[in-house]
């Protein structure tokens, strides 16, 4: 496994406020996952899960720390691309505890959203949308506009739109959390199958007990420092 | 680039749709009263047309006939007509009331100018300049004219004050600068309608003459006669119509009459203003506010239906927001969807008003110049109403579509 892909980070800290009041979400969080992994990011309630993601998929600033994303470093005490908006778009991805698909959008179209945005032709977005949908086997529902799919079809797609632009890391937020068991080791299969096939880094935040024990690799995180620890890694080969 | 716009009015066409239409209505009243609004001002400029004046001769320092009551001597118009510059002149009367045709099972009561017109006979100055069925007045007395949109039809029996005439002819657009139609009757017969009282207001007047020993002298016989014959008759009209020769300008013979007769004497560019400027100015101002206030209501709610619309995608902008969408974007899609509502809502409120206008009481002028300022109007009305969806939608967090 190469370790200049996927996404690395050293010792990144978030503040909010500041003198007296501040609170220090995150104190310095070290991770790494390479191409192809799928780890979980565990921690109870207000631990910082949701603050690293989200400084992660650099929606907020971090106060300081190094993010490295491919070869390529994005945040050194300061973000080191100017267009985050772009980063966002081409080069992470994002699935959600809910789907949160466009709801006037056909599944396609959903898919194919993100690619038409960042300016590539209708037809080829589609395509690309189509490839996806096929390897999550949700192709025959491709027409189908998002209230008429089950809440499982409805993640598939979302995790084809994460998918799509072949970003080299996906944030997971508690992906599983709305689906019975079944359906969340459903989903968790394909997040594996397609970190393998798309060589794509996955972070999955869950406090979800059925799909902790399928992770090779777990971070625990709590008062905002990261541990990791070996997974069982049951049922992933 | 798929129109994101498009396909949320595409799946959500009904909410579009029934509020495109219930904005439709409301612009559908807006251009309306913008035709009405025409529609009073051609009024007046057919008036003037039909007319068939270059001149207005009135009583000195009024601005009648039309604007204010005016009353000259009926000869006036014979030192008037030797002029130099004058080719006619003609004596006219106006006079509103509500005319009725009683010869009808159900009798027809309709407010109309009641218009004397000189015994020249057609094409003077005064006299309906055409007809749409039957002939022009022939006799001096009892024959009527009338406009069709008032209802009468040939043959009808009009009673105007205590005669009755008979609707000889029919004519089309000549109504008062209020849009009521005219009817048409011999001169004699109008000033005597504008004069005339009852029989006890006359058996007053004749006692109350006798009985003044200044018009009843023992040793003058006739005097009383004499003053009770020129109280009972009418030998006033409200203006005299003139028509210019050709050559001369109507300042030029204006002149001479204001100075020589010393009455006052409007050109057609002084009557058409005293008609738009001072007699619709009121009216015009009140439709002109209301106009102003239905485009705040028509404002009002493509903004709250946008505003709402956008209020339910809250979450779904958050998640375009962090996938990568551009503000821009988003903003292009708000806008074009409280353009697309706009433009529903003209194409209904444009059809709404050719359908209305026909069966609307006054008479409603729809320019294709008025419909292009409204759907201008319309589409910045629009535009500027989405800002306040818009500016929300900006500030949405991305962070929002990550949970905790």
Same mark, same amino acid.
């Given at each position: 496994?190469?370790?200049?892909?996927?996404?690395?980070?050293?010792?990144?800290?978030?503040?909010?406020?500041?003198?007296?009041?501040?609170?220090?979400?995150?104190?310095?969080?070290?991770?790494?996952?390479?191409?192809?992994?799928?780890?979980?990011?565990?921690?109870?309630?207000?631990?910082?899960?949701?603050?690293?993601?989200?400084?992660?998929?650099?929606?907020?600033?971090?106060?300081?720390?190094?993010?490295?994303?491919?070869?390529?470093?994005?945040?050194?005490?300061?973000?080191?691309?100017?267009?985050?908006?772009?980063?966002?778009?081409?080069?992470?991805?994002?699935?959600?505890?809910?789907?949160?698909?466009?709801?006037?959008?056909?599944?396609?179209?959903?898919?194919?959203?993100?690619?038409?945005?960042?300016?590539?032709?209708?037809?080829?977005?589609?395509?690309?949308?189509?490839?996806?949908?096929?390897?999550?086997?949700?192709?025959?529902?491709?027409?189908?506009?998002?209230?008429?799919?089950?809440?499982?079809?409805?993640?598939?797609?979302?995790?084809?739109?994460?998918?799509?632009?072949?970003?080299?890391?996906?944030?997971?937020?508690?992906?599983?959390?709305?689906?019975?068991?079944?359906?969340?080791?459903?989903?968790?299969?394909?997040?594996?199958?397609?970190?393998?096939?798309?060589?794509?880094?996955?972070?999955?935040?869950?406090?979800?007990?059925?799909?902790?024990?399928?992770?090779?690799?777990?971070?625990?995180?709590?008062?905002?420092?990261?541990?990791?620890?070996?997974?069982?890694?049951?049922? %992933?080969? | 680039?798929?129109?994101?716009?498009?396909?949320?009015?595409?799946?959500?066409?009904?909410?579009?749709? %029934?509020?495109?239409?219930?904005?439709?209505?409301?612009?559908?009243?807006?251009?309306?009263?913008?035709?009405?609004?025409?529609?009073?001002?051609?009024?007046?400029?057919?008036?003037?047309?039909?007319?068939?004046?270059?001149?207005?001769?009135?009583?000195?320092?009024?601005?009648?006939?039309?604007?204010?009551?005016?009353?000259?001597?009926?000869?006036?118009?014979?030192?008037?007509?030797?002029?130099?510059?004058?080719?006619?002149?003609?004596?006219?009367?106006?006079?509103?009331?509500?005319?009725?045709?009683?010869?009808?099972?159900?009798?027809?009561?309709?407010?109309?100018?009641?218009?004397?017109?000189?015994?020249?006979?057609?094409?003077?100055?005064?006299?309906?300049?055409?007809?749409?069925?039957?002939?022009?007045?022939?006799?001096?007395?009892?024959?009527?004219?009338?406009?069709?949109?008032?209802?009468?039809?040939?043959?009808?029996?009009?009673?105007?004050?205590?005669?009755?005439?008979?609707?000889?002819?029919?004519?089309?657009?000549?109504?008062?600068?209020?849009?009521?139609?005219?009817?048409?009757?011999?001169?004699?017969?109008?000033?005597?309608?504008?004069?005339?009282?009852?029989?006890?207001?006359?058996?007053?007047?004749?006692?109350?003459?006798?009985?003044?020993?200044?018009?009843?002298?023992?040793?003058?016989?006739?005097?009383?006669?004499?003053?009770?014959?020129?109280?009972?008759?009418?030998?006033?009209?409200?203006?005299?119509?003139?028509?210019?020769?050709?050559?001369?300008?109507?300042?030029?013979?204006?002149?001479?009459?204001?100075?020589?007769?010393?009455?006052?004497?409007?050109?057609?560019?002084?009557?058409?203003?005293?008609?738009?400027?001072?007699?619709?100015?009121?009216?015009?101002?009140?439709?002109?506010?209301?106009?102003?206030?239905?485009?705040?209501?028509?404002?009002?709610?493509?903004?709250?239906?946008?505003?709402?619309?956008?209020?339910?995608?809250?979450?779904?902008?958050?998640?375009?927001?962090?996938?990568?969408?551009?503000?821009?974007?988003?903003?292009?899609?708000?806008?074009?969807?409280?353009?697309?509502?706009?433009?529903?809502?003209?194409?209904?409120?444009?059809?709404?008003?050719?359908?209305?206008?026909?069966?609307?009481?006054?008479?409603?002028?729809?320019?294709?110049?008025?419909?292009?300022?409204?759907?201008?109007?319309?589409?910045?009305?629009?535009?500027?109403?989405?800002?306040?969806?818009?500016?929300?939608?900006?500030?949405?967090?991305?962070?929002?579509?990550?949970?905790?």
């Amino acid at each position: 496994m190469s370790t200049n892909k996927g996404i690395r980070i050293e010792g990144l800290k978030k503040r909010y406020g500041s003198g007296d009041t501040a609170v220090d979400a995150l104190k310095g969080v070290t991770m790494q996952v390479d191409p192809g992994e799928v780890v979980g990011l565990v921690g109870p309630s207000g631990s910082g899960k949701s603050t690293l993601l989200k400084c992660l998929g650099a929606v907020i600033d971090p106060t300081a720390g190094r993010m490295v994303l491919g070869d390529e470093v994005i945040y050194d005490d300061g973000w080191k691309v100017r267009d985050l908006r772009a980063l966002r778009r081409d080069r992470i991805g994002f699935v959600f505890q809910a789907p949160y698909l466009i709801p006037f959008l056909d599944v396609t179209d959903n898919v194919a959203l993100l690619p038409m945005l960042a300016g590539m032709p209708n037809a080829e977005a589609r395509a690309r949308a189509l490839e996806l949908l096929t390897a999550l086997d949700v192709q025959h529902r491709a027409k189908a506009m998002p209230s008429q799919l089950s809440g499982g079809e409805q993640q598939r797609v979302a995790i084809a739109r994460g998918l799509v632009n072949h970003p080299p890391v996906i944030l997971a937020d508690e992906p599983t959390a709305p689906l019975d068991s079944q359906r969340a080791m459903a989903v968790i299969r394909i997040l594996n199958d397609m970190a393998k096939k798309y060589q794509t880094a996955i972070i999955v935040v869950t406090h979800d007990e059925k799909i902790i024990p399928t992770f090779k690799r777990i971070y625990h995180i709590r008062d905002g420092v990261t541990h990791e620890e070996a997974g069982e890694g049951r049922g %992933f080969d | 680039m798929i129109s994101l716009a498009g396909r949320d009015i595409l799946h959500a066409w009904g909410k579009f749709v %029934f509020t495109g239409i219930g904005l439709g209505l409301l612009i559908g009243v807006t251009l309306t009263m913008a035709g009405v609004y025409r529609g009073m001002i051609d009024d007046a400029m057919v008036l003037l047309d039909n007319s068939g004046a270059d001149l207005w001769v009135v009583q000195k320092d009024t601005q009648g006939p039309y604007a204010e009551s005016s009353s000259l001597y009926d000869d006036t118009w014979r030192g008037i007509a030797a002029m130099p510059g004058v080719a006619s002149a003609a004596n006219v009367t106006y006079l509103t009331m509500q005319v009725r045709a009683v010869n009808r099972s159900q009798q027809r009561d309709v407010r109309a100018m009641v218009v004397g017109v000189s015994a020249d006979g057609p094409g003077t100055a005064g006299w309906p300049p055409y007809l749409v069925a039957g002939r022009q007045i022939t006799r001096s007395h009892y024959e009527a004219v009338a406009d069709i949109a008032s209802g009468f039809r040939l043959g009808d029996t009009l009673q105007i004050r205590r005669n009755r005439y008979t609707v000889v002819g029919l004519t089309r657009r000549m109504v008062s600068s209020n849009g009521d139609p005219m009817v048409f009757i011999p001169l004699k017969d109008a000033q005597q309608a504008q004069f005339l009282k009852d029989n006890e207001a006359i058996l007053q007047q004749r006692r109350r003459t006798a009985e003044n020993p200044a018009f009843n002298r023992p040793g003058v016989p006739g005097l009383l006669d004499a003053v009770i014959a020129s109280q009972s008759s009418n030998n006033y009209v409200n203006a005299v119509l003139v028509r210019i020769k050709p050559g001369t300008t109507a300042n030029e013979v204006a002149e001479p009459i204001r100075r020589w007769k010393r009455l006052t004497v409007f050109t057609r560019a002084q009557m058409e203003d005293i008609l738009v400027n001072k007699l619709i100015a009121t009216a015009a101002k009140q439709i002109g506010m209301f106009m102003v206030i239905l485009a705040m209501v028509s404002a009002a709610i493509v903004a709250f239906i946008i505003y709402t619309l956008t209020m339910d995608k809250i979450r779904e902008i958050a998640v375009l927001k962090l996938i990568g969408t551009r503000n821009r974007t988003i903003a292009a899609m708000i806008m074009q969807q409280a353009l697309a509502l706009g433009l529903i809502g003209f194409a209904v409120g444009k059809i709404t008003a050719t359908f209305a206008a026909p069966i609307f009481p006054k008479y409603v002028l729809l320019l294709p110049g008025d419909s292009l300022k409204g759907l201008a109007a319309v589409i910045v009305i629009c535009a500027l109403a989405s800002l306040i969806a818009i500016r929300m939608a900006l500030k949405v967090d991305p962070a929002e579509a990550i949970g905790g």
